[in-house]
């Protein structure tokens, strides 16, 4: 309802088309290629791939592409991963249309956008621990999620071995020693919350 909402909003604007309307983060890498889009707006919340995950694979494959996050969540923990997965911009759904297109626009032409109040999310945390690349962040969120290492290494389309690499690696900066642990700490610091997922 949501993405038909927005879809019937933004064919307001003659020089828009929109390609497609797809309901997950798979389905986005799927038909990418096919449909050739200049933005695609990516929810967080999504059943089988959430946005964080599909925006990092989007990146790697569609390089030309921009990935606007559109969300409800306004926290700034959620704007700094989403950026450091690839995301372009990141806007919120309650926003007027003439945002999300302003949103669009920016995007479109190469610069980031970020929605009023969320500037506070590029600020350094200054925590001085070593910081996690955006791959440890996906399979943080995945391994949160209850995935097996097979499981996770079958949805990022890398190997078992590489999962267990980063687990390790995850485990050795968090200093945590069980996936119960990272499941903890994925909650504790917002990561959980934004991913659609209930088990």
Known sequence: MVADGIRALLETYDDLTVVGTLSNGREAIARTADLRPD???LDLNMPEMNGLAATEILRERHPDVA?????MHDAPEYVATALRHGAAGYCLKDQPTEEIRRAIDTVVAGERYLCPGAETALEPSGDGSEPLTSR????????????SNKQVAADLDISVRTVETHRKNL?????????AGLTRYAMEHGVLQGTGFLH
Request: proline share 0%; aromatic share 0%.
């Open 171 to 179: 485990k050795r900066k968090l200093g945590i020693s069980s996936t």
């Open 136 to 147: 440890e962040q996906t399979i943080l969120l995945l391994l949160a999620q209850g995935r």
């Open 67 to 71: 990935v606007l996050i559109l969300s």
């Open 39 to 41: 933005v695609i707006l």
